[in-house]
């Protein structure tokens, strides 16, 4: 196993509708019909179709689900046998619509890209929490918790205990016989590097490679660690910005004005008014809900670079940019992520480990303080558990051929939670992209991974290019 420092930005997944019938929650050996379709944002005809499965397939009666799988071609017109499965991010981001990401992707020009809507998020019957007040969606995303969570359950048409990612890769294998493919490429991203492990656990006779940005295993009950490493990505963009003669003499020290700002917000919130395009929302920024804000924008290195910016502005009591950022987050986060979803897999896997010890020691003295976890936990108690297999939270041990991304400063899943990864995949190579944040496919790494799906083997794969990124230049005031 060998590993290495590299700089990427990775996308997340899938967009679709598929069409046949399953019986007793497997499908027959078949036939998935594939029509032309028009998708937004991408370029001339993709294939689509839907696959019906069960919602409970163990029981493999009642209620179904129509699958929403889009197929984009190889643009060669001859493809390889082993097209790659893209996995989404969240939990709960629909694939399919972020499916013009792919269109120019590296991997595309020989194999199909194939995507698909999980359970619950897309067109897949989505679990949405209906919301009306835009402020109030904003106050939700910063402190992650549901203003409504038993209004929500009670208005899905869904069984939530029925929708646990294992329940969802078991789907993922009926798509794969149905398209008559007998070995697939994964590509995860963030949350979908969690769902492709456990692919890889349940049906790996069927995984020629595997590759993972953002690893979120089943072994780490995320987002228990979120205060740690956000506070360690902060960390490392405040030192940068020492280091960085610019930014450092337009904020010599951002640390110390946050501090201040956190200090001051927790005495008193403040009303503020957001705007993002035409749409804009007035709501209350608490000290919390701008410790989120700063992790949220610890996701890419381009809204980091603004953070020691908007700190400054702040600290001279303008919170305009902050409330702007939140406002276009939950606007995108409210059409990109189906919440309900999202509870319910963190519920179902990872609540486990949200006692008020964990929590507390697990963010004590950090920045963000917890409040995501809290949040969570919050929403599970109201919250329909499901059950996991008894192996779920084991670490997942394969010999397939393993490229591994991890951002160095990512805040949300962190390099180390990368290394546990490593660990258990002997023909893996871990790359840990340098001054990058969270699923980041920036530089060279669309050709590294193309290079390595080609090739199946992560030997003599060559990842010296990535030597050359960089942190996104600072903003500072225009003089």
């Known amino acids: 196993m060998r590993k290495i420092s ?17 019986l007793g929650g497997t499908p027959t050996k078949a036939q998935v019909e594939l029509v032309d379709c028009s998708l937004p944002r991408v370029a001339g005809l993709a294939k689509c179709g839907t696959l019906t499965v069960f919602e409970d397939r163990e ?21 390889e046998t082993d097209p790659v499965f893209h996995l989404a991010g969240g939990p709960g981001q629909g694939a399919a619509s972020i499916a013009f990401a792919f269109q120019r992707r590296a991997e595309r020009a020989n194999r199909d890209i194939v995507l698909v809507d999980q359970r619950g998020t897309g067109q897949s019957n989505p679990l949405n929490c209906k ?30 205990r029925l929708y646990a990612t294992h329940l969802a890769m078991d789907d993922l294998d009926d798509v794969r016989q149905a398209l008559g493919y007998d070995q697939i490429n994964l590509w995860g991203t963030s949350y979908g590097t969690r769902a492709a492990l456990v ?63 956190l200090e001051q917000l927790g005495r008193a919130p403040v009303q503020v008014t957001g705007r993002a395009g035409s749409r804009t929302a007035t709501f209350e920024l608490t000290r919390d809900g701008l410790a989120r ?99 779920f939270h084991e670490p997942i041990s394969s010999t397939v051929s393993a490229l591994l991304i991890s951002g160095e400063f990512d805040p949300i899943t962190p390099s180390w939670l990368g290394e546990e990864v490593h660990r258990h995949l002997p023909n893996s190579l871990h790359v840990i992209l340098p001054k990058q944040g969270h699923g980041s496919n920036a530089g060279c790494l669309p050709r590294v991974g193309r290079n390595f799906i080609n090739n199946g083997t992560v030997e003599g794969l060559d990842v010296s290019c990535i030597e050359t990124l960089q942190r996104t230049r600072f903003v500072v005031p225009r003089r």
């Open 199 to 261: 692919y890889l656990r349940r049906h790996g006779e069927h995984v020629r490679t595997i590759t993972l940005s953002g690893m979120y295993p089943p072994s780490e009950p995320l987002p228990l660690s979120f205060s740690r490493s956000a506070q360690e990505a902060l960390n490392g963009l405040f030192a940068d910005c020492t280091n960085d003669e610019v930014c450092h003499a337009n904020f010599p020290d951002p640390k110390r004005q946050l501090e201040g700002i």
């Open 131 to 160: 919301f009306e007040d835009l402020g109030v969606k904003v106050v939700e995303t910063l402190h992650q918790k549901l203003n409504d969570p038993i209004g929500c359950i009670e208005s899905l048409d869904a069984d939530l």
């Open 293 to 391: 804000n700063i992790a949220n924008m610890l996701y890419t290195t381009e809204s980091a670079a603004t953070i020691p910016f908007m700190i400054n502005e702040a600290a001279n009591g303008d919170y305009t940019r902050f409330a702007n950022f939140a406002v276009a987050r939950a606007l995108s986060v409210g059409t990109t992520i189906s919440d309900a979803l999202q509870v319910t897999v963190v519920c179902t896997e990872d609540s486990w480990a949200y006692t008020p010890e964990n929590i507390r020691e697990a963010s004590e003295g950090y920045f963000l303080n917890g409040i995501v976890t809290r949040g969570l936990a919050e929403d599970c108690e109201q919250w329909p558990i499901g059950s996991v297999p008894d192996d």
């Open 59 to 79: 029981a493999g009666v009642g209620r179904t689900i129509d699958l929403n799988i889009v197929v984009l071609s190889a643009r060669n017109g001859d493809p």
């Open 6 to 22: 590299i700089d990427v930005r990775i996308v997340q997944t899938l967009w679709f509708s598929l069409a046949v019938a399953s």
